[in-house]
C-alpha cells in the first residue's frame, strides 16, 4: 500500500538477524509508501538514566517514529523461550515517553527460528507484552517461521509459497486494520 509509513522493530541486533530478512520481507510484501527499522540498541532501562540525564534521544526518536507510523512490524527470535531482552528493553524504554504511541497503533507480530516451531512462545509473548499498551493487534494469520534459514534464499528472499502466502494474508489484515482506523 503505496500511501503507509511502515516501522519495523527487530528483537535482534545481529547483522545476519533472520529475524530482520523476515522483517524486511513483511515490508516488501506489505509494500508501503516508507519502511525503517527503527533503533532498539538501547541502553538497559534503569530509572536512573530516566531520573538523570532523561530518556535517551534515540528511545524518544523511535516513540516518535511509531506515533507517525500508519502500521508497525515487530519480528522476535526466542531466546531461551521468550522474546529477547532486547525485545522487552525497547519496550520498557517506549512505555516511559510521554503518551502512548502504540494506543490504537494497528500492530503485526512476526518470529523467525530456527527450530520447528518458529519462536512460538517468544511470539506470543511479545503478543501478551504488547496487549496493555492496546495497539490494534492483528490476531491472525499467526506468522511463526520455523526452519528460517531454509525458507530464506541468499538475498534473504522468502522462497517458501506457504510462509509467502501467510505474510500475504497477514499483511492484508494489516492492512486492512490501519483503512479501519482512517475510517
Ligand atoms: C541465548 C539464546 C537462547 C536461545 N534460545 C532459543 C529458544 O528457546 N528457542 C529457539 O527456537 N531458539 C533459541 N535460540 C536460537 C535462536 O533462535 C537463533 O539464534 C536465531 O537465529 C536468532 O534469531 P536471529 O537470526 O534473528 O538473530 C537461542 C539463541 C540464543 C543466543
Known amino acids: 500500500m503505496a500511501e ?3 516501522v519495523g522493530l527487530c528483537g535482534s541486533l545481529r547483522k545476519a538477524s533472520t529475524n530482520l530478512m ?4 513483511v515490508a516488501r510484501i506489505f509494500d508501503p509508501e516508507s519502511f525503517v527499522v527503527g533503533d532498539i540498541d538501547f541502553p ?3 530509572e ?3 531520573n538523570g540525564p532523561g530518556i535517551p534521544d534515540k528511545v524518544q526518536r523511535l516513540a516518535d517514529q511509531i506515533a507517525d507510523a500508519d502500521a508497525v512490524i515487530l519480528s522476535t527470535p526466542e531466546y531461551n523461550k521468550g522474546t529477547s531482552g532486547v525485545m522487552k528493553n525497547a519496550l520498557d524504554w517506549i512505555s516511559r515517553t510521554e503518551g502512548n504511541c502504540w494506543k490504537d497503533k494497528p500492530v503485526a507480530v512476526v ?4 527450530g520447528a516451531q518458529g519462536a512460538a ?3 506470543s509473548m511479545l503478543r501478551t507484552l504488547l496487549l496493555p499498551f492496546r495497539p ?17 534464499d541468499e ?3 522468502l522462497t517458501n509459497d506457504m510462509a509467502i502466502k501467510l505474510v500475504t494474508e497477514l499483511t492484508d489484515e494489516l492492512r486492512r486494520e490501519v483503512r479501519r482506523m482512517a475510517a
Open 4 to 6: 503507509f509509513k511502515l
Open 22 to 25: 523476515l522483517l524486511h520481507e
Open 44 to 46: 538497559l532501562y534503569n
Open 48 to 50: 536512573d538514566i530516566e
Open 111 to 114: 518470529s523467525a527460528s530456527p
Open 121 to 123: 512462545r517468544a511470539h
Open 136 to 152: 490494534r493487534l492483528v490476531a491472525a494469520p499467526e506468522v511463526m517461521a520455523g526452519q528460517i534459514k531454509s525458507q530464506l
Open 155 to 157: 538475498n534473504g528472499t
